[in-house]
C-alpha cells in the first residue's frame, strides 16, 4: 500500500516519487504537445497549397528541418551522429516519409483538415495488416475487428459513390499507404540504429530528392505571408519530430499511441479557426470510429505485452 501525503517513515526527508510514472507522463505530454505542432504544420500545410507550388513547399519543409536538425545534433553528437550499418534503408526510409509528405500537400489541397487528419490516422491499423501479410506475424481476431473497423471509418468520411466523392479523396489513402511502410521500416530500424541518427538521415534524404525536382518548381511569390507560412512549416516540422523523439525516449510506443489520436481533436479546432470548417455527422462517426480502434489497438497491444511470454519447445 502506498502511504498517504505527509506520512514518512523515520529518517526520509521527503515523500518517495514514482520516477517511471513520472517519465511516462512526461512523455504522454510531449507527445501531446508535438501533434499539436503537426496540426500547426497541416494547417500552415492548406494555407500554402493555394499560393507555393507543392513541390517548392515539400522541399522549404525539409530543407528547414535538415539544417536545424544539423545545427542542433553535430555540436552535441559529433560525427557520431553519422554512423549506420544500413545507409540504404535510411535512404529507403527518406524517400517513403517523402513521398508521404508530397501526398499530404496534396491531400490538403482537396480535403478538410480533420477529415484528412483522421484518415491519415489509421496508419497505425494498416501498419497491423502489413504484420500480418508481409512480416508473417499473428494477428488476432480482435485485432483483425479493429482493423475493420478503422477500413469502415474511413469510409464513412470518404464515402464512396456520393456527390461529394472525387479522385482526389484517394489521395490520403495513398499517404497512409507509404507512412505504414515507413513506419514497418522504422520498427526494424530502430532495433539497431540511434532515433537521433534516422531522424538527422531522413531530413537529409528528403531534402536532396526534393532539390532535384526544385528548379522545376521554384517560383516567386507574391507575397512576404506565403514566406511567413512556409517558415512555420518549417518551425512547427522540426519542434513537432524532435519533441515525438523526447516522447518516445520517455514512454514505450504502446503507452502513447492512444494520445496521438488528440490530434484529431486539434485538426477539428484548426479546420473551425482558420477555415471556418466543422465536420458533418458522417465525417464525425467515422472520425470517431477510427479514433475508437486505433486506441483500443494500442491498449490491446498493452495488454497483449503484460502476458508473461511462454518459453518455446525445442
Known sequence: MSALPGDRSPGETRPTRDL?????????????LAVACFTTLDTATKISVAGVPILMGVWFRYAFQAVATTLFLLPRHGTAILRTAHPRFHALRGALLLSTSIFAFLSLRYMPLAEFTAV????????????????KEQVSALRWSLVAGGFVGTLVILRPGSGTFSWAILLPLGLVLT?????????????????????????????????????????????????????IMGVMGSIGHFLLILAYQRAPASTLTPYLY?????????????????????????????????????????????????PAET
Open 179 to 231: 507512412n505504414a511502410c515507413f513506419q514497418v521500416l522504422t520498427s526494424r530500424l530502430a532495433q539497431t540504429e540511434s532515433p537521433l541518427t534516422m531522424h538527422f538521415y531522413t531530413g537529409w534524404v528528403g531534402t536532396l530528392i526534393a532539390s532535384c525536382a526544385l528548379p522545376f518548381a521554384w517560383t516567386a511569390l507574391p507575397s512576404w505571408h506565403l514566406w511567413g507560412v512556409l517558415c
Open 120 to 135: 491519415v490516422l489509421i496508419a497505425p491499423l494498416v501498419v497491423t495488416l502489413l504484420a500480418a501479410t508481409v512480416l
Open 20 to 32: 517511471e510514472s513520472e517519465r511516462i507522463l512526461a512523455g504522454i505530454g510531449l507527445l501531446i
Open 262 to 310: 488528440a490530434q484529431i481533436g486539434f485538426a477539428t479546432l484548426g479546420g473551425w479557426l482558420v477555415f471556418s470548417h466543422i465536420p458533418d455527422t458522417g465525417s464525425l462517426i467515422g472520425m470517431g470510429m477510427i479514433a475508437a480502434c486505433g486506441a483500443a489497438g494500442a491498449w490491446l497491444t498493452v495488454r497483449e505485452r503484460r502476458v508473461p511470454i511462454e
